[in-house]
């Protein structure tokens, strides 16, 4: 069984740009979640992809955006970077009849300057 | 009043001691009851997923949710320093997507 994977690993990026993070979901697993960790907290969630559809989302702008792909793999991305967008970005994969059961992935790094 | 409340520590064992962890919650519609452990730098691992209240067991771990008082525990027997780790409550509502979370206690146990 393949478990939830991210990439990059780690991302340095400035203020006022734009980056996609990518993650791919564990093997039977058709619904992604994303959340933003930053230090010293616990995850916030971002929004939730099932059937390649926003399936819902958490108190963040309309700068973040997400895709979900046939396969179940989804982006994360985020416009016009700010300071504070600074932390850990986590992807969870979960089935659809337990989708509050989330297996997290390793989680991609982003530092803004 | 954060809807999740765990206090950060950190808390420092010796390797043996039984560990008690906890969290409270202010929605009382929350039913579901997780607990992650974040190595340094890795993504949180699942380690106990409830339903309502009551304990659960599985090995060294006990997850016990009391939704009369919206308190929520995770113990851990005869910790070991590979158990040194942040450790996660998380909660969700009935057919909810979304996990709020606690800030994470972070755990030391010392050999």
């Known amino acids: 069984e393949t478990g939830v994977t991210q990439s990059p690993t780690h991302l340095i990026k400035t203020r006022g740009q734009q980056v996609t993070l990518r993650c791919s979901s564990q093997?039977?697993?058709?619904?992604v979640s994303w959340y933003q960790q930053a230090l010293g907290q616990g995850p916030q969630f971002i929004f939730q992809y099932y059937r390649e559809e926003e399936n819902g989302r958490g108190n963040f702008p309309p700068r973040f955006s997400g895709l979900q792909f046939p396969n179940y793999s989804s982006e994360l991305n985020v416009n016009a970077l700010e300071l504070d967008d600074s932390a850990l970005y986590l992807c969870?994969?979960?089935?659809?009849?337990?989708?509050?059961?989330?297996?997290f992935g390793p989680g991609t790094r982003l530092t803004v300057l | 009043q954060k809807e999740v409340e765990q206090d950060p520590g950190p808390l420092s064992v010796p390797e043996g001691a039984i560990v008690s962890l906890n969290c409270t919650y202010s929605n009382s519609a929350f039913q579901y009851f997780m607990w992650y452990r974040q190595y340094s730098r890795k993504g949180p691992e699942l380690l106990m997923y409830?339903?309502?209240?009551g304990n659960k067991e599985d090995g060294r771990f006990t997850a016990q949710v009391d939704k009369s008082s919206k308190y929520i525990s995770l113990f851990i027997r005869d910790s070991q320093p590979s158990d040194s780790a942040t450790y996660l409550c998380?909660?969700?509502?009935?057919?909810?997507?979304?996990?709020?979370f606690g800030k994470g206690t972070k755990l030391s146990v010392i050999p």
């Open positions: 969870a994969s979960s089935g659809r009849d337990r989708s509050n059961e989330q297996f």
């Open positions: 093997s039977g697993h058709n619904t």
């Open positions: 998380a909660t969700s509502g009935a057919g909810s997507y979304q996990l709020t």
């Open positions: 409830t339903y309502s209240s």
